[in-house]
């Protein structure tokens, strides 16, 4: 099992930055990546970004590139989401997750408010 804690959230008015950060902890040793994913109220749950943590390959959302970063700190089993410029349309319920040998997404973190005023 891995446990997922974020921090990092809260109320940001538009053109804006907020960092996010999710430590994992438990059975670490198999993660194949993390990532982070966002559901708006009324929307469906939609990917971020995620990277791979053996060889740090990054991944983007459309909608968050050039704009968003993820990181990671291997000793602290920490990853971080930079979010710059960000807009009312990234408002959501921002959650950690993590993916085992399966490669799968199958470990959260029970998420963090983000909120973007105009």
């Known amino acids: 099992q891995v446990q997922l804690v974020e921090s990092g959230g809260g109320l940001v008015q538009a053109g804006g930055s907020l960092r996010l950060s999710c430590a994992a902890s438990?059975?670490?040793?198999?993660?194949?990546?993390m990532g982070w994913f966002r559901q708006a109220p009324g929307k469906e749950r939609e990917f971020v970004a995620h990277i791979i943590w053996s060889d740090i390959s990054t991944y983007y959302a459309d909608s968050v590139k050039g704009r968003f970063t993820i990181s990671r700190d291997n000793a602290k089993n920490t990853v971080y989401l930079q979010m710059n410029s960000l807009n009312p349309e990234d408002t959501a319920v921002y959650r950690c997750?993590?993916?085992?040998?399966?490669?799968?997404?199958?470990?959260w973190g029970q998420g963090t408010q983000v909120t973007v005023s105009s």
């Open positions: 438990g059975r670490t040793s198999s993660t194949y990546a």
């Open positions: 997750a993590a993916a085992g040998p399966s490669r799968a997404f199958v470990y």
